[in-house]
């Protein structure tokens, strides 16, 4: 594969994933109007808007993923592309409450088949070494989804509604999926490792695998909770802003998505140019670079919903928000390292589930049940809102736990992914 094809191929699955999260997280920058529109409380909205995506991503992104090592990966990105971005437009086209929750379970059911395939597609684009590098770009689309999801679509639906917020995000995912189909093809598996994994793992052993690399076990559950500490606070931030200091969909979307976009843009791209420095070809580098900048920035997600400043607010967003990009890209390499290559769509898939279960089904679900009830008889209000999510910051301490724990054998398990593909 020359260099240009194989950037060309790295540079759409980027913009596939910024697709992604973008039709995911448009709900929460039109969350407090979907919950005043359909009359719920912070329970109730964040059970349409999370539980129904997050249920049918995570059951059905093990057996997509499974099939995706079986099979063609880029007819399957393709095709879950146009699936979720169909439904994605059919949830600006809902009536109702019921509507709504079918369209987003077919939108769920479309993204589970996307990021397995494209980290697959990708490490058979670039060697081990340089993988690392190139999921790191890969994970620029996070930030430019989020913006998507935060500013854009903010824009949007202060102009148009929020329906009209679901559509400008549908319709574009449809043309790109073409576009996947029709001018990418689908690379050789495992032909830039050392070693070729010969045959087809089964389900089991590609699961009893997992389960005795300990290193892979550990930066799974570092990447789950990142995403339950970080993207579990940006999920309720608009919300939060709307309640706190009083603002519109368009000005508290404006706020995050700047952050999203800039800080989250310099975050992966800060991580993908120290990835592809010779020194952090040490595994163990890698990760006691994650654990202290997670750790780190752990300290002003706390303090961004402790203040009543909106000036204080916003400087500590930009503190710890851009965080939230960095361990995209490094986990997702680390990940496919420790997987032998007829595993790699099973071993994400298994990541994706984990973060998605923490992040589009606990912490919504966890933070509207405490701001509910910190709310007593008068509801869910902004003092209780924020107490939800103080006491939600602090887990960033735990994925830091994790990424300490998986530095003690990340060298051996890499090793063990190379002679089990030998």
């Not at 790295?10 to 969350?31: E, H, K, S």
């Not at 300990?214 to 939060?240: D, E, K, N, Q, Y």
């Not at 998505?257 to 420095?277: K, P, Q, V």
Request: charged residues 10%.
């Amino acid at each position: 594969m020359a260099p240009l094809e194989r950037w060309y191929v790295l540079i759409v699955m980027c913009l596939v994933y910024a697709l992604n999260i973008a039709a995911r997280y448009v709900v929460t920058t039109v969350f407090e109007p979907i919950r005043l529109e359909l009359h719920l409380t912070d329970t109730g909205a964040a059970f349409l808007t999370g539980i129904p995506l997050a249920l049918f991503y995570v059951v059905c992104g093990i057996p997509i993923a499974w099939l995706a090592d079986r099979s063609n990966r880029r007819n399957i990105v393709a095709a879950s592309l146009v699936l979720w971005s169909g439904f994605t437009v059919l949830c600006g086209l809902a009536l109702n409450y019921w509507q709504f929750l079918v369209s987003r379970i077919g939108a769920g059911v479309g993204e589970a088949g996307a990021t397995p395939p494209s980290t697959s597609i990708v490490s058979d684009c670039f060697p081990p070494e340089r993988r690392p590098m190139a999921l790191s770009v890969f994970a620029l689309g996070a930030p430019l989804g989020a913006w998507l999801a935060a500013d854009v679509a903010g824009a949007v639906a202060q102009a148009h509604g929020w329906r009209g917020a679901f559509l400008a995000l549908g319709v574009p995912g449809v043309l790109l999926g073409a576009l996947v189909f029709s001018t990418l093809r689908e690379p050789t598996r495992g032909r830039l490792d050392a070693t070729v994994g010969a045959g087809k793992a089964s389900f089991s052993a590609a699961l009893a695998f997992l389960w005795r690399q300990r290193a892979a076990f550990h930066v799974i559950m570092a990447s789950g909770v990142c995403s339950l500490w970080g993207w579990g606070l940006v999920w309720w931030t608009p919300t939060f802003l709307l309640r706190a200091y009083g603002l519109n969909v368009a000005e508290a979307g404006a706020i995050t998505g700047h952050i999203h976009l800039i800080g989250g843009i310099l975050a992966t791209a800060g991580a993908a140019w120290l990835m592809s420095r010779p020194s952090m070809v040490d595994p163990h580098r890698v990760l006691r670079l994650l654990a202290w900048v997670t750790g780190c920035a752990t300290i002003p997600s706390i303090m961004a919903y402790w203040t009543d400043s909106l000036w204080l607010a916003r400087v500590m967003f930009w503190a710890y928000i851009p965080a939230i990009y960095f361990f995209i890209g490094p986990c997702m390499a680390l990940v496919l390292n420790l997987a032998p290559s007829i595993m790699r769509s099973t071993f994400t898939a298994w990541s994706v589930l984990v973060g998605n279960v923490f992040n589009l089904i606990v912490a919504p679900q966890f933070v509207g049940f405490l701001s509910d009830t910190f709310g007593g008889t008068h509801g869910a209000d902004a003092a209780s809102l924020r107490w939800a999510l103080l006491v939600l910051a602090p887990t960033g301490f735990w994925a830091t736990w994790h990424f300490v724990l998986a530095a003690r054998t990340v060298v051996p398990d890499m090793q063990r992914a190379v002679s089990y593909a030998a």
